[in-house]
């Protein structure tokens, strides 16, 4: 079975700050792991995702994530928040690159002026 | 190119009533999935087809939910009756040969 932990529901950061938005997992197998994005009343849009090949991983918007194997996490990263990135983000893993995705519970970034 | 398209996208229904969402993934898709996504919460797998095949609903509700996609195209995903707790945001994706999940933007539904 696989899981994902997503530690703190609200994170509030400064615009111009750095965002750390946590994210722990557990599989059996070697994990695909993803991160996605959610405006109010959109779906959700992919930031990046993570298939063994680099551990470091960019995506859009400036963001990138880490994988460690160690530490079983996949932390979301950026290092200059803009107010446009207050949405909530959700990690996600897949065992294959084509079995639905487990989600976390979800992290709400706030960005203040 | 089109993003996957959901209708209705808001719907409000008296409990005990019938709903009907559908969902047209994007061109050449074989993989489609139907979520639910409660307030507050991420959103959890209702089923996935590949094709017009069911690949897993172990999660999907069947005494109530139910979900066809016949033509390996587009899908429709049914409540009948509808409970309260079934007040949720209910999104499709698709996925391709990658394997990565696009999602429409989702019906709202409200169950008073």
């Known amino acids: 079975a696989q899981s994902v932990t997503q530690l703190g529901s609200h994170v509030s950061v400064s615009e111009g700050a750095l965002v750390l938005l946590r994210c722990n997992y557990s599989s059996s197998v070697p994990p695909y792991l993803f991160w996605y994005v959610q405006y109010p009343n959109q779906g959700l849009q992919l930031l990046l995702k993570y298939t063994s090949a680099a551990t470091l991983v960019k995506g859009i918007n400036g963001f990138e994530a880490e994988f460690k194997k160690s530490e079983t996490s996949f932390h979301l990263t950026k290092p200059s928040a803009h107010m446009s990135d207050a949405a909530e983000y959700f990690c996600a893993v897949s065992e294959t690159g084509r079995r639905a995705l487990t989600f976390g519970s979800g992290t709400r970034l706030q960005v203040q002026p | 190119e089109a993003g996957v398209a959901q209708s209705p996208r808001y719907k409000i229904i008296e409990k005990r009533q019938s709903v009907a969402f559908w969902c047209n993934p994007i061109s050449g898709h074989a993989t489609l999935y139907w979520y639910q996504q409660i307030l507050g919460q991420g959103p959890k797998l209702l089923i996935q087809f590949q094709n017009n095949g069911v690949v897993d609903d172990s999660q999907l509700p069947k005494d109530r939910f139910s979900a066809e996609r016949l033509k390996g195209v587009d899908s429709t995903l049914k409540i009948q009756p509808a409970k309260l707790e079934d007040s949720a945001v209910y999104l499709c994706?698709?996925?391709?040969?990658?394997?990565?999940?696009?999602f429409g933007p989702g019906t709202r539904l409200t169950v008073l």
């Open positions: 994706a698709s996925s391709g040969e990658t394997g990565v999940g696009f």
